[in-house]
């Protein structure tokens, strides 16, 4: 059966699952315009619009310095950022100014998943004190491609994979089948689905 990529084969997939009676037929043109913007290219003038440079967008996909370092557990890594996001904490103008940027992007009236690319160095600052500049990048995967690139993954249940590229770099690949067309709340499995990755398959080795 061919990977429906197309409206017409996304909603004669869906109607023969188990998730057919979750959404109107509405949300299902929503969620399949969302999914098309998703496989978009990303640049400074592209939407959505976010206060970003062209060299910000390149400074995570940089050939990294090594990292001679011991990755963290996740349980010190849960440690660090605990310590870094203490609510007592007053947050730098750095942090303040990444925050107020992106919750304004986060009120726009159109969701946009390519956000997630463009914000990567707000939410970098806000969350991880900006060592991921360098060490990590994200990008969208469409069904068929990720199909290509990911045989072994089922692409129903996986929401993401990280593709380690060496000394504690790597990619962190979203599934806009799963999150953008399937899961009950895109927008906000958008943002789950990152910050987890973001945690557990790039902080570790480079905090």
């Known amino acids: ?11 004669e997939d869906l109607s023969r699952s188990s998730r057919a009676e979750m959404f109107s037929k509405a949300d299902l043109f929503h969620r ?36 001679v370092g011991q990755p963290l557990s ?17 947050p730098s103008e750095k942090v303040f100014a990444a925050q107020e940027r992106f919750d304004r992007a986060l009120d726009a009236e159109d969701w946009d998943p390519r956000l997630a690319i463009k914000a990567f160095k707000d939410l970098d600052i806000i ?11 994200v990008c969208w995967l469409g069904r068929d491609e990720w199909s290509q690139e990911h045989p072994q993954d089922p ?25 953008l067309r399937l899961s009950p709340n895109p927008f906000l499995q958008t943002w789950a689905t990152l910050l987890h990755e973001m945690v557990v398959s790039s902080y570790r080795p480079v905090a």
Request: proline share 11%.
């Open 74 to 90: 996740p349980l010190d890594a849960v440690r660090h950022l605990e310590k870094f996001l203490d609510p007592n904490r007053e």
């Open 32 to 67: 399949q315009f969302v999914y098309e913007l998703a496989k978009r290219p990303v640049s400074v003038n592209s939407r959505p619009p976010y206060p970003c440079t062209a060299e910000e967008l390149r400074s995570y996909r940089k050939q990294p310095p090594p990292n």
């Open 127 to 137: 969350f991880f004190a900006g060592k991921l500049m360098g060490k990590t990048n």
């Open 155 to 179: 692409i129903e249940r996986v929401f993401r994979f990280t593709e380690y590229e060496g000394q504690g770099t790597g990619k962190v690949v979203l599934n806009a089948h799963t999150i």
């Open 1 to 11: 059966m061919p990977h429906p990529d197309s409206f017409d084969e996304f909603s």
